[in-house]
T-cell receptor
Framework: NAGVMQNPRHLVRRRGQEARLRCSPM?????VYWYRQLPEEGLKFMVY????????ESGMPKERFSAEFPKEGPSILRIQQVVRGDSAAYFC?????????????FGPGTRLTVT | GESVGLHLPTLSVQEGDNSIINCAYS??????FIWYKQESGKGPQFIID?????DKRQGQRVTVLLNKTVKHLSLQIAATQPGDSAVYFC???????????FGSGTRLQVQP
């Protein structure tokens, strides 16, 4: 019973490059959430998606960041033209249909380092 | 904006003692609260949750207390073990919003 999977676990990008973070939700889960965590801080909500739809992107920066959850395949968080301030751990969570937030299961995260 | 915060950044306890981790929240609309445990290099792990219509909930070795009057919740860990060493976060949301708002975390260090 695989949990939420994220890859890569570690990603190094130079300023100006693009970063693509992938998240495969738990089997049977159709809701995906992305959070960002800076060192020694709590997680900050970015975006909530269901299959092929963005439900809540109130925490997503207006520029350079985008997210998708296609009908087939993993959810992708894309960061264009990365800057040093994008360095953080990015966590994905998933939940099943019809359940509340207490059913959010987190993946191990992707640690992005921008050099 | 609204936020969830914690009183103590680091808590050090002796193995076998009870631990109490506190959290203050400011959003009066919040009606659901969760405690997560995060070990180094891992994602948050669900510990226990509580809804605003309750003031206490118990799990295995853990108890969450909610005081809505002063917007405060706490996590009590009984007979703390070395494996409990981690950062603990409180998180909250409210009906109609799935996104969780996390506090800044308390690091629990268990001394053998």
């Amino acid at each position: 019973n695989a949990g939420v999977m994220q890859n890569p676990r570690h990603l190094v990008r130079r300023r100006g490059q693009e970063a693509r973070l992938r998240c495969s939700p738990m089997k049977g889960h159709s809701h995906v959430y992305w959070y960002r965590q800076l060192p020694e801080e709590g997680l900050k909500f970015m975006v909530y998606l269901q299959k092929e739809n963005i439900i809540d992107e109130s925490g997503m920066p207006k520029e350079r960041f985008s997210a998708e959850f296609p009908k087939e395949g993993p959810s992708i968080l894309r960061i264009q033209q990365v800057v040093r301030g994008d360095s953080a751990a990015y966590f994905c969570a998933s939940s099943p249909e019809g359940q509340g937030a207490n059913e959010q299961y987190f993946g191990p995260g992707t640690r992005l380092t921008v050099t | 904006g609204e936020s969830v915060g914690l009183h103590l950044p680091t808590l050090s306890v002796q193995e076998g003692d009870n631990s109490i981790i506190n959290c203050a929240y400011s959003n009066s609309a919040s009606d659901y609260f969760i405690w997560y445990k995060q070990e180094s290099g891992k994602g948050p792990q669900f510990i226990i949750d509580i809804r605003s219509n309750m003031d206490k909930r118990q799990g295995q070795r853990v108890t969450v207390l909610l005081n809505k009057t002063v917007k405060h919740l706490s996590l009590q860990i009984a007979a703390t073990q070395p494996g409990d060493s981690a950062v603990y976060f409180c998180a909250e949301n409210w009906t109609g919003r799935r996104a969780l708002t996390f506090g800044s975390g308390t690091r629990l260090q268990v001394q053998p």
